[in-house]
C-alpha cells in the first residue's frame, strides 16, 4: 500500500522536498497533501488544502513533514494533534531549526516516531547535506528505508548526538547565505573594476563552481589546494596577505557563524 506523506508547511525547503521526493524517489502525487495557508511558492502541479478539515474523510497520514516557522510551531502541531490524522506508526519528519527531540515528544508524546534533520538548499540539485536523528521509536527497518530517501538529496549522514544540530544549522544550514553573499561581493567588485554586469556574474558563478570541483575531487586538503594556486610574490599571495592579516576574514566569519549558532539555540 502506497504511504500517504503529509506536509505541514511548505515553504521554500519544503517545495524543493516535494519536489524530491516526486522525482527522485518515485512518489506519486496522488500521495502527497499538503497544508499551506500562504500563496507563496506553491508548485502548479500540486493542490494544497488550507485547513485539517478539506481532507478527505478518514485520511491518515503515514510520513509527515514538518516544514513550518519554528516560532510559529507550537499552537500549529497542537492543532495538528488535535484533527487525529496520523497513526500510532506514524513518522514525523522535522526540518525546523532550534526544535528538539524532545519538544516534538511532548506535543505528539513519547511513543511517537520523530526524525529531526536539518538539509540545506543545495538539496534541489540532489547536492545537498542531510544530516539527521532519530529517536528510539524508529526502529531499524524504517532506518534504513528513510535513508534510502535521504539519501537522493545528496550527502546524508546520521548525527553521533543532538547537540551537533546548531552547528550544523549555523555553518551549513545557513551556509548557501554566506556564499551567495560572498559571491555578490565577488562580483560587485569586479564591476568596479570595469567588468560588465552580465559577464562579471557568469565569471563569479564558473569561479565557485570550478573551485567546489577541484576540492570535491582532489585529495589535497583546503590549505595544499590555497598555497597550490598562490604563488611567492605573485598577485594571488597580495590578495591573500590583506586577507588573512590579524586573521580579519576569519575572525568577522566567525563572529557572524556564533551568532547563527546563537540563534538556533533559542528558536
Do not use: W
Not at 485547513?51 to 509527515?64: E, G, I, T
Request: proline share 3%; glycine share 6%; aromatic share 10%.
Amino acid at each position: 500500500m502506497k504511504p500517504n506523506i503529509f506536509f505541514l508547511g511548505c515553504g521554500k525547503m519544503g517545495s524543493i522536498l516535494v519536489n524530491n521526493l516526486l522525482e527522485e524517489s518515485g512518489f506519486e502525487v496522488s500521495q502527497i497533501k499538503i497544508l499551506k495557508k500562504s500563496e507563496k511558492n506553491k508548485l502548479p502541479h500540486l493542490s494544497y488544502i488550507k485547513n485539517f478539515q478539506s481532507l478527505p474523510k478518514n485520511y491518515q497520514a503515514d510520513l509527515v513533514f514538518i516544514a513550518i516557522k519554528p516560532q510559529e510551531s507550537e499552537k500549529i502541531l497542537k492543532d495538528f494533534v488535535k484533527a487525529k490524522i496520523f497513526h500510532k506508526n506514524t513518522i514525523f519528519i522535522s526540518i525546523l531549526a532550534g526544535k528538539k527531540l524532545d519538544f516534538f515528544e511532548k506535543i505528539f508524546g513519547k511513543s511517537a516516531k520523530i526524525v529531526r534533520a536539518m538539509p540545506n538548499l543545495p538539496i534541489q540539485y540532489s547536492q545537498g547535506i542531510f544530516p539527521y536523528l532519530c529517536n528510539k521509536n524508529i526502529k531499524q527497518s524504517e532506518l534504513n528505508e528513510l535513508t534510502k530517501m535521504f539519501k537522493k538529496f545528496g550527502l546524508a549522514f546520521e548525527l553521533s548526538e543532538e547537540k551537533l544540530f546548531d552547528a550544523i544549522t549555523a555553518i551549513f544550514g545557513s551556509g548557501p547565505a554566506y556564499i551567495f553573499l560572498l559571491q555578490e561581493i565577488f562580483a560587485e567588485i569586479a564591476i568596479k573594476l570595469g567588468i560588465k554586469k552580465e559577464q562579471a556574474t557568469k565569471l563569479v558563478k564558473k569561479l565557485f563552481l570550478g573551485s567546489s570541483l577541484m576540492a570535491e575531487f582532489s585529495d589535497e586538503n583546503f590549505l595544499q589546494l590555497r598555497e597550490s594556486v598562490t604563488s611567492g610574490g605573485g598577485t594571488t599571495e597580495a590578495a591573500i596577505t590583506i586577507l588573512q592579516k590579524n586573521s580579519a576574514l576569519k575572525e568577522i566569519l566567525k563572529k557572524g557563524i556564533n551568532a547563527a549558532f546563537a540563534k538556533s539555540k533559542t528558536l
